[in-house]
């Protein structure tokens, strides 16, 4: 059974860090591309940053470069989302996901090429 969960969330105060986790199992981690994803209330799910494992490329929404890091202990199949400096505005239910076909080069960050989610963690950034 293919499973992806999240765990990390919480409460922080603007300016604070978190760091999420996304545990995989259920298939072939190094095969898989991983994205997180976060929607807001009354938002559109966005993608937020994505790590391939085959060549360990990653990419991140313009909202987080310079702020997020997106690594991966293939070891353990589970892949991080290092939040610092967080904003109010990053405060929405984060999800990650996992896919192996993206056809070019912005695919990463829509949810459509994606094959599996997890059930997301709530992550609230207080100002």
């Known amino acids: 059974e293919v499973q992806l969960v999240e765990s990390g969330g919480g409460l922080v105060q603007a300016g604070g860090s978190l760091r999420l986790s996304c545990a995989a199992s259920g298939f072939t981690f190094d095969d898989y591309a991983i994205g997180w994803f976060r929607q807001a209330p009354g938002k559109e799910r966005e993608g937020v940053s994505w790590?391939?494992?085959?060549?360990?490329?990653?990419s991140y929404a313009d909202s987080v470069k310079g702020r997020f890091t997106i690594s991966s202990d293939n070891a353990k199949n589970t892949v991080y989302l290092q939040m610092d400096s967080l904003k109010p505005e990053d405060t929405a239910v984060y999800y990650c996901a996992a896919g192996t076909k993206f056809p070019y080069g912005s695919s990463w960050s829509q949810s459509f090429f994606y094959d599996y989610w997890g059930q997301g963690t709530q992550v609230t950034v207080s100002s």
């Open positions: 790590i391939r494992h085959s060549d360990s490329s990653t």
